[in-house]
């Protein structure tokens, strides 16, 4: 049993040692969904954990709780930008502080193995370089205002099907090149205080149980933190309590408890075991001052909650990727005469992906609302477009009125299986989910409210959720059915709710009473979790009706601006997309506005990749992936050149979706295979020889760049070469020359590649080794200086090695376009010779 025990720590002997054996036991499983359990007698209080990564939603999914909603992961990685990610984690902090939060279960580093990954969005990259570095960043934003970072899903937690049981074939060299490099950012350069093992199995063995929780975590990185299981990934007892697993989350109730008090009298688990994993909860807690005489282990004071909404506009815009650009954009000062917006995305735009990462905003910006609010004067008209949302959309709260106490919303009892109340409570929205936060016996919860309706005409009123339904409006029943959802997990019941509705007739402002009654299956009531959306089926229409409306408003328009995108259907937790397409006619709508409008703007509203057919027919296309609260005001400081469009992406965009070369998330008989080996992403897209739509690295800026004299310091390095490389501390600093040669000041990403084309080790044809952000001025010149670490050279054999030899350097603005380069010849010492020394990328 490996401890990984920090020198001089007597502080936690005194506590540990106080403790009976059950009580030590008790302490390792959760005491309810989010917290530990405390231990007064030690003066040990609870842990208290919240789902993120882009938002504190604390331990109730609340509305009448608001939380910051920040742009998801992907639009922070497309910013490439290590101190914003710092920043980011900081502003998490705050919002955890301020919620009474202990530990954020974030950041998500598993790597876009596939664009299919559901849970993509929540992720940062492709690459694990990049990965590796926001994640470092990341996590010491929160950890030096004193909250636990918890990087997430360690490993190979790369999709969503199948996740529970999925076992991922994957060797090891592909393991420590790519898939464990973030975590080893988190641990080593960060000094993570926790990480969650994931529910997949990797070679044969759940992680929860595997020995990679030791080597290299523990062993390698000397991690001292506590590994946190993902809940209710710990389904054995003697295993996982022998592995480097500590927590079980969540409790009371789990696998360990009076069966590992059995296991350690009878021999089965060492006594030490435990009192390892007890001595690193007590650890964990002494850092976020949760144990008496101990301080949250700040270094720096948390930024003020009020300054999040700024920083999220600042996040959006910083990630807001310029893919093309035929001169539409920017706009001139004060903004086009008129203004054509078209998109169910434009005035309901996404704001984030689904699943347990759902934060509560107190209140969203669309893009509708941002450029009204922006261009008060510009005469700017909306159309819907094509229909693209599905499924049971919320009643908005506005239209609800609570029939006990007049407050807007609705009334929530929560029903015992003798009908008795449990609870009563006034709920502000129609969109409700509990995890583990029902009252305890609750076997149904009923929802009575008066809806005034904001049009008049037929709808189809409806439930989305798991269990039985009944739906009355003014007492008479309309629905009466039961819903299973498709899968037995409860993230299936979550994130998967099957729905039911039936029409019925609505009149303008005329009120009607409705009361639903959801009588809870089983498995919710066991572990007091669930779901319900009450709501309209998604209003359906004539596609070649609103095309229309479109084109005619678009040729009205000095410009157009189509807002396409996902759904939730698509893009969540729990789920692997089907395919990368647009989903709708929204194809058919981008294309028929641009021939109606050559100044035409799309605006991508996705977490991941989707094809986009139509691109060279449009003026310009602005991935805004999910952009937080504050998206609509981002994007008109982006279109009006108040802010340049920072980012750059962080995966490859297909022009097709049968270009894609690593594409599969579907285990067979329970095995995904992982045979691209160290060939992911660009990667593998370098490898096969296909051209993307967009390469990774790509993004346009609102001014020019010229790079040139590209130096390689050889007089202040370390040996690089002939040895093994075994830390990140041996460097080979690159200097180059960057110019502004545009006419307004901007920013760039230069990125560092390295290659060996003669090589007796499979390597990719390039691959990212460092990169380097620039801000300057109109017509100024800046020296850009990066340090390739020593592990950039090297290759995983049983070990870290470096093949001696020959490597060539080269820099540019993404992974196809580098017009600088340079070979570096390893080994006693590097050096180079230089084979370009100036052009424009």
């Known amino acids: 049993m490996t401890t990984c025990r920090p020198a001089a720590e007597d502080y936690l002997e005194t506590p540990l040692g106080a403790l009976t054996l059950e009580q030590k036991v008790r302490l390792l499983t959760g005491a309810n969904f989010w917290t530990t359990h405390a231990e007064p007698a030690i003066g040990l209080r609870s842990i208290v954990f919240s789902d993120g ?37 900081a502003a998490l902090a705050g919002e955890a502080r301020r919620k009474g939060v202990d530990a954020v279960l974030g950041p998500t580093i598993n790597l876009q193995r596939s664009p299919l990954a559901g849970r993509g969005f929540e992720a940062f990259s492709e690459d694990p370089l990049l990965t590796g570095e926001l994640a470092s960043a990341y996590v010491r934003g929160l950890q030096d205002h004193g909250v636990a970072a918890t990087p997430k899903h360690y490993v190979a937690n790369d999709s969503e099907t199948e996740r529970l049981t999925t076992d991922v074939d994957v060797d090891e060299r592909t393991l420590r090149e790519l898939y464990l490099v973030p975590f080893e950012w988190a641990v080593t350069d960060a000094g993570a205080w926790l990480v969650m093992s994931a529910y997949n199995s990797v070679r044969g063995t759940t992680m929860t149980e595997n020995a ?29 309590a022998r592995a480097r697993q500590d927590l079980v989350m969540p409790g009371p109730v789990g696998p360990w408890g009076a069966a590992l008090v059995d296991a350690v009298r009878d021999g089965r688990v060492p006594a030490d075991a435990v009192d390892e994993k007890v001595r690193r909860l007590l650890r964990l807690a002494a850092r976020v001052g949760a144990l008496d005489g101990a301080a949250p282990r700040a270094v720096a004071p948390t930024p003020p909650v009020e300054q999040g909404p700024a920083l999220a506009r600042e996040v959006c815009a910083a990630g807001m990727v310029l893919l093309r650009n035929d001169g539409a954009l920017p706009w001139r000062a004060g903004g086009p005469r008129s203004i054509a917006l078209i998109g169910e995305h434009a005035a309901l735009p996404r704001t984030q992906g689904g699943g347990s990462a759902t934060v509560l905003p107190a209140q969203v910006t669309s893009p509708l609302d941002g450029l009204r609010a922006a261009l008060p004067g510009t005469h700017l008209v909306w159309s819907r477009g094509v229909p693209v949302r599905q499924g049971i959309l919320a009643l908005p709260s506005a239209s609800l009125t609570d029939p006990v106490s007049a407050e807007p919303g609705l009334r929530a009892r929560y029903l015992g299986a003798d ?157 692997d997309r089907t395919g ?226 020959s490597y060539t350097l080269r820099i540019g603005t993404d992974a196809m376009h580098l017009p600088l380069a340079a070979r570096i010849s390893v080994g006693a010492r590097p050096s180079y010779t230089q084979q370009s020394s100036r052009t424009r990328p």
């Open 419 to 575: 009908g008795q109340e449990l609870l009563a409570e006034n709920r502000r929205a129609a969109d409700l989910v509990w995890l583990g936060t029902l009252p305890e016996g609750t076997a149904t919860v009923e929802l009575r409210t008066r809806h005034r309706p904001g049009e008049t005409g037929p709808i189809r009123l409806g439930v989305a959720a798991a269990g039985h339904l009944e739906v009355h409006l003014d007492g008479s029943p309309v629905l009466d059915t039961d819903l299973a959802p498709d899968g037995t997990s409860l993230g299936a019941a979550l994130f998967q709710r099957p729905t039911a509705a039936a029409e019925v007739d609505a009149v303008a402002g005329a009120t009607r009473a409705i009361t639903v009654r959801f009588h809870l299956p089983e498995v919710c009531r066991s572990s007091r979790i669930a779901a319900i959306t009450l709501g309209v089926e998604a209003a359906t229409w004539s596609a070649t009706e609103g095309i229309a409306a479109a084109v005619a408003s678009a040729r009205a328009a000095e410009v157009a601006v189509v807002v396409v995108g996902t759904t939730p259907q698509l893009e969540s937790e729990g789920f």
């Open 212 to 240: 990679l929780l030791s080597t290299p975590l523990c062993t390698d990185w000397g991690f001292d933190g506590v590994v946190v299981s993902d809940w209710t990934a710990v389904r054995g007892t003697e295993a996982s």
């Open 580 to 805: 990368l397409a647009l989903p709708g006619a929204q194809d058919d709508l981008v294309r028929a506005v641009a021939a109606a409008n050559p100044r035409t703007v799309v605006v991508v509203n996705s977490g991941g990749p989707v094809t986009m057919p139509w691109r060279d027919e449009v003026a310009a296309v602005l991935l805004g992936w999910f952009g937080g609260q504050e998206f609509g005001h981002a994007l008109a400081d982006v279109l009006l050149g108040h802010t340049e469009p920072g980012g750059r992406l962080p995966t490859t965009w297909p022009a097709t979706e049968a270009d894609v070369p690593v594409l599969n998330t579907t285990p067979e008989n329970g095995l995904l295979r992982y045979d691209e080996g160290i060939h992911i992403g660009y990667r593998a897209w370098l490898q096969a020889g296909h051209q993307p739509a967009y390469p990774f690295g790509h993004g346009l800026g609102y001014t020019t760049w010229d790079i040139a004299d590209l130096t390689i310091d050889t007089t202040d390095t370390t040996d690089a070469g002939a040895g093994d490389a075994d830390d990140l501390g041996h460097s080979v600093p690159v200097t180059f020359t960057a110019r502004n040669t545009g006419q307004r000041a901007g920013r760039q990403v230069f990125q560092a590649y390295l290659s060996k084309e003669e090589s007796t080790v499979d390597r990719p044809v390039r691959w990212l080794a460092g990169f380097a952000t620039v801000r300057a001025e109109s017509d100024s010149q800046h020296q850009v200086r990066l340090t390739l670490p020593a592990r950039a050279f090297a290759h995983w054999d049983a070990g870290w090695h470096t093949e001696p030899g």
């Open 53 to 89: 990564p882009s938002g504190v939603r604390g331990v109730v999914w609340d509305e009448r709780d608001p939380s910051l909603n920040l742009p998801s992961a992907t639009a922070l990685a497309a910013s490439w930008d290590v101190n914003l990610a710092y920043r980011y984690g």
